[in-house]
């Protein structure tokens, strides 16, 4: 295999259009796919072979037949690829890409919280690393954690967890008590009810859509609340004609993309906690996604053994989700 490299200085003049034909050239050498999550910039997302969410990337990097998987979103994903495809060669454009919803799981804690309801079976977000995934039971992402739940014996108990405001919102929905980790996601949970309020009052004919990773207090005005994908598809379903979006807005460029007749509103910030952006999806740049495809760095490693423990959990969740 041969890829002709450019030296940094190379790639500083090139327009987005020149830098993503070079990233098509690469992807063909390498036998590449690239997988990119909606959260990450727009060029990353026209460079991507799948865009989608967590769920349906998570199949996207089950099911393919590149040598090499280039994954532009956060540490986790990029970790959930490695563990599903152990001998391809996984690569991330910026492995400082953390989520800090993962990280507020740290193993040990984890590993406590469980043997303190020993009855419990664990439910764990995929927003997790693999640490915590290989001492849960199943994995489920936003978009089938109801249908994976709705499987569970009603005299099961369930922990859940990170994220304590898809919990809550599960619970409410499904009418079944669980046991919650006490974490969030620090951009779902920026939104705030007085910024929901102001902005429907300020676009009276937009629809308000929300993520179920945000607080109660805003769910409660949503006109629609599902996962990224389901905010997705709603918008091209609804005869709805613009829409208040109250999750990070990276999917606004592809609902843009898919309904180009219809207009998307990012939800306003809270001035209180303005950082309803994930800044982690956006260290994913054009540039770093080429140069990790020509030093085929950063590589992404897991460990054989907890690898093999962390893979148990994420095929189950395929399975129940399939």
Not at 81 to 97: E, F, Q, R, W
Request: net charge negative; with cysteine.
């Amino acid at each position: 295999m041969t890829i002709a490299t450019l030296q940094p200085d190379d790639v500083s003049g090139l327009s987005t259009e020149e830098l993503l034909g070079r990233v098509r050239e690469l992807k063909r050498e390498l036998n590449a796919i690239i997988l990119a999550h909606y959260y990450t910039l727009p060029e990353i997302q026209q460079a991507a072979d799948v865009v989608g969410d967590s769920l349906a990337l998570a199949r996207a990097a089950e099911k393919n037949s590149a040598d090499v998987i280039v994954f532009a979103g956060v540490y986790f994903m990029a970790e959930t690829a490695k563990i599903l495809n152990p001998g391809k060669l996984v690569l991330m454009p910026d492995a400082d890409a953390g989520c800090p919803l993962a990280d507020s799981c740290p193993e040990d804690e984890f590993r406590a919280f469980r043997a303190a309801h020993p009855d419990a079976i664990a439910i764990t977000y995929i927003n997790s690393t693999a640490a915590t995934k290989a001492l849960s039971d199943i994995t489920c992402t936003s978009s089938n954690a109801e249908l994976i739940i709705r499987q569970i014996p009603p005299e099961q108990k369930i922990i859940f967890g990170p994220d304590r405001n898809l919990g809550a919102y599960l619970i409410k929905k499904l009418g079944r008590e669980m046991i919650l980790w006490q974490g969030f996601c620090y951009v779902h949970d920026a939104f705030a009810e007085t910024a929901m309020v102001q902005a429907k009052a300020m676009y009276p004919g937009a629809e308000l859509i929300a993520h179920p990773e945000c607080r109660e207090e805003v769910l409660r005005h949503a006109s629609f609340i599902g996962s990224t994908q389901a905010l997705l598809d709603y918008t091209q379903k609804s005869p709805c004609m613009s829409f208040i979006v109250a999750t990070e807005p990276g999917i606004i460029f592809e609902m843009q993309r898919r309904s180009p007749e219809k207009s998307f509103i990012p939800a306003p910030k809270d001035p209180d906690n303005p950082r309803s952006v994930c800044r982690q999806m956006k260290q994913n740049t054009l540039e770093k996604l080429y140069r990790c495809m020509v030093d085929r760095q950063p590589e992404i490693t897991v460990d054989e053994h907890l690898s093999a423990d962390a893979l148990k959990p994420i095929r189950r969740m395929l399975e129940m989700s399939a």
